[in-house]
């Protein structure tokens, strides 16, 4: 057997953690011949609960599962991960604003950025899940300077997949028939979910749909507002979904994309469309394998879609500047 992928997790203890551990756990990730260890960071207060999840975990017999650890120590959690990904966080209550949850949830980067940069592994790459998720991954790679920019990735998958489904939806086709939806921008409201260069079954979505108003009166802010929604029907955020999006993010970075497909993950923008540098935005993206990916260049790009997306920059700068304070040198 190869070496263990060592995947660190953080707020493993919570609903999105008891979602993800197991598939992880059962080779749903980096395919069945390769066995992985899970290193699982969560505060004190949480450590006897996540005790007794390890203890499923355990009981579940997984051939893949070499390790199970868990700590409240992000250096111990982190050490030697080949993967880490932050989940762990205050999620948004109903009715409470993105801006109580950037200033509550910021300061738990700056550590766990400082964390990875010391304890993690030489090719460790970064995914944030927890929100807002654009915004924390900068804030944490802020603290990182030992791991390349490349590394750092913040979750839109879910909107994509509530994106893809949606249009599927509508079109009544299988989902795996939509291809190419791209989230552009921050996962949020002024997310733009792109619907004019998707394809249903390798044509056009609009020429499919022919109804504009259906993509900017329902499309658009349905997907943009699913969270919400679902807080609203469950009294909780997205849990299954969201480690099931967590799941196709990394599995995305780590096969290779066909080549008439790709994928949607925030990046560190390298000016690309437009989008300021160094700014934590979604694009379209295809992975070579390992984690080596790029921009998909010249997508096209009309002047709506040109507001949406600068529309969204705007709002990561302004989120930026919230919480200058909390960004490293
Ligand atoms: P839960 O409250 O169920 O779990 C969060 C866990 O994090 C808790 O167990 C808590 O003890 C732990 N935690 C808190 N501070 C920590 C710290 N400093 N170090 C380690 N662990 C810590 O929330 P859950 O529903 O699992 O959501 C987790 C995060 O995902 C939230 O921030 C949420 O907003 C975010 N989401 C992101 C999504 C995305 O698409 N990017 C969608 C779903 C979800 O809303």
Request: glycine share 6%; net charge positive.
């Given at each position: 057997m190869s070496t263990p992928i060592r995947v660190a997790i953080t707020g493993a203890g919570g609903q999105i953690g008891y979602a993800l551990l197991f598939r992880i756990a059962s080779g749903a990730l980096f395919g069945p011949d390769r066995p992985v260890a899970l290193q699982l960071l969560e505060i004190t207060p949480a450590l006897p609960s996540l005790g007794g999840t390890i203890m499923e975990l355990e009981d579940c017999a997984f051939p893949l599962l070499t390790e199970v650890k868990a700590s409240d120590k992000a250096e111990v959690?982190?050490?030697?991960?080949?993967?880490?990904i932050l989940v762990g966080?205050?999620?948004?209550?109903?009715?409470?604003s993105r801006a109580d949850l950037i200033r509550a949830n910021g300061p738990i980067f700056t550590g766990q950025g400082k964390a990875i940069n010391e304890a993690a592994g030489p090719n460790v790459r970064v995914v944030t899940v927890a929100n807002p998720c654009n915004t924390n991954c900068l804030i944490a790679k802020s603290h990182a300077p030992k791991v390349p920019a490349?590394?750092?990735?913040?979750?839109?998958?879910?909107?994509?997949?509530?994106?893809?489904?949606?249009?599927a939806k509508?079109?009544?086709?299988?989902v795996?028939?939509?291809?190419?939806v791209t989230i552009w921008g921050n996962h949020s409201d002024t997310q733009y979910p792109d619907y004019k260069n998707a394809e249903i079954a390798g044509v056009p979505a609009p020429k499919v749909l022919r109804e504009d108003s259906w993509f900017t009166e329902t499309f658009i802010p349905t997907v943009a507002k699913r969270g919400g929604a679902v807080i609203k029907a469950r009294g909780a955020s997205s849990a299954a979904s969201a480690a099931n999006a967590a799941i196709d993010t990394v599995a995305n970075l780590?096969?290779?994309?066909?080549?008439d497909e790709w994928f949607?993950?925030?990046?560190v923008s390298d000016g690309s469309y437009g989008i300021p540098s160094g700014l934590i935005y979604s694009f379209p993206l295809q992975s070579r394998g390992d984690a080596a990916w790029s921009i998909v260049p010249n997508v096209p790009i009309d002047d709506d879609a040109r507001k949406r997306l600068d529309a969204s920059a705007a709002e990561l700068i302004s989120e930026r500047d919230a919480v200058k304070d909390l960004l490293g040198p």
């Open positions: 959690a982190f050490a030697d991960a080949d993967w880490v966080g205050l999620p948004r209550k109903d009715g409470m490349d590394r750092w990735f913040a979750m839109t998958m879910l909107d994509q997949n509530r994106a893809t489904a949606q249009i509508k079109a009544g086709v299988p795996s028939s939509v291809k190419k780590y096969h290779p994309t066909p080549t949607s993950t925030a990046v």
